[in-house]
């Protein structure tokens, strides 16, 4: 494979120099700090491919933070926006696009009696704890090893590993003590209740396993869960955040055929623009409602909801546009046999360079490499989870591989989501795996006969 030509001095590297100089650490999203490794500016995207302000082309695996089923720059989703920015970007009131868009929300997701719009993910994941404490009256929370919910203070718990220290400092000890954080082992979630039942407003989880499934769940663990949930009167938030309209139109809840109390939405939901949601029980979104006519209601009662950009046109008009696509369900079915067929690829590569202890896991519409910790996959590309525990997979590649891996496949055109995983779409090609294929070849073949894998 030609490799690309990487200029001594890029533009790149420019535009890092400027931005340390104006933004903290020079990046403004976690993920997009590599160290030492070279900076990579994007100039813009099309499709399943991005350039850098280099003019260097590489098939992309991040789509926008798992923000982009269709690809870049969907015609669909072009048009909508550019029809309505020119009827206006901020009405300061209601309209009727945000009545579309939440009904086809409701049309889609097995969860969704009401619907609540917010600005992201995370202001998603805050209201719907708020919901549930006001609903059950209780003021805990549980929570599982590595599973990212946003970046609020509450959800800082357990995220990183050892998981017994919050990923932020910052964080008040106060709030910490409200969190219960669990493995995803049912026996620890049935003492967990045991022990704070009576205290447990909601139980909240990615359906797919920690960080976009970077640790998947134990078969049964989301039907225990409900199970306890129920039995204990707490609620259930699934945080589809990543896999909603992913892996079904209606998301991972559709799929199997297990509906939550809660679910929080945002990225695809809002078609690669700003926006997110809460959507659930009438009975527990009612807490919303303003009823002035009603003697009994008292508006100090109500749960408190602003947001200036709750519900944007635009976003609406690309959320709109994005989930008639998503409704089909063609695309879903395409991202996954393209991640499939990749997963299967990548780890007979594996196999016959002879790298022991690594593999290519994943279900389809995202997978995740990880090298040299001993993981194996069985022959459909899951991960065998007798293979790994917990704190490897969630540390995943150590610090050095993850730079090679990373900096080998960016030469060949290749582009990982955070260095170690894929994000497919429906604008990825055969073309495009069959560089990624290559391109992996020859950086593991560059890494092992550098000493760097056995």
Known sequence: MQETTIPSSTHSQEWQERALKVVPGGVTHDNRYFGAAEPVYIDRAQGSRKWDVDGREYVDYWMGHGAL?????????????????????????SNPLEVEWGELIQRLVPSAERVQ?????????MLAVRLARAFTGRPKFLK???????????????????????????????????????????????????????????????????????????????EGVRDMAQAHGALLIFDEIVTGFRYAPGGVQEQVGITPDMTTLAKILAGGLPGGAVVGRADVLEALEFRPHDPQWNRYQRVHHPGTFNANPL??????AMLSEAATGEPQEHAARMGRALTIELNRTIHDLGIEGSCVYGDGPIWHVL???????????????????????REANKPAVKAALRGGLMRRGVDLMSGHAGIMSSAHTQADLDQTIEAFRETLREMRDGGMLG
């Not at 992201?120 to 994941?125: D, M, Q, R």
């Not at 976003?315 to 709109?320: D, E, K, L, T, V």
């Not at 910790?373 to 917990?390: I, K, P, Q, V």
């Open 69 to 93: 089923l269709l690809g870049h720059n969907p015609p669909a989703v072009v048009e909508a926006v550019q029809r309505q920015v020119e009827r206006g970007t901020h009405y300061g009131g």
């Open 117 to 125: 719009f917010t600005n992201s993910g995370t202001e998603a994941v």
């Open 144 to 222: 599982f090893q590595g599973h990212f919910h946003g970046w609020y203070d509450a959800m800082t718990a357990g995220f990183h590993a050892p998981f017994d220290v919050p990923a932020s400092v910052g964080v008040l000890d106060e709030v910490l003590e409200q969190v219960l954080v669990s493995p995803a082992d049912l026996a620890e979630v049935d003492r967990q209740f045991d022990m704070h039942g009576k205290d447990i407003a909601c139980v909240i989880l990615e359906p797919t396993g920690a960080s976009y499934g970077t640790i998947p769940l134990p078969p049964g663990f989301l």
């Open 315 to 320: 976003s609406a008009a690309a959320g709109i």
């Open 371 to 393: 090298l040299g910790r001993g993981a194996r996959a069985n022959a459909d590309g899951t991960l065998d989870l007798s293979s790994a525990d917990t704190l490897t997979l």
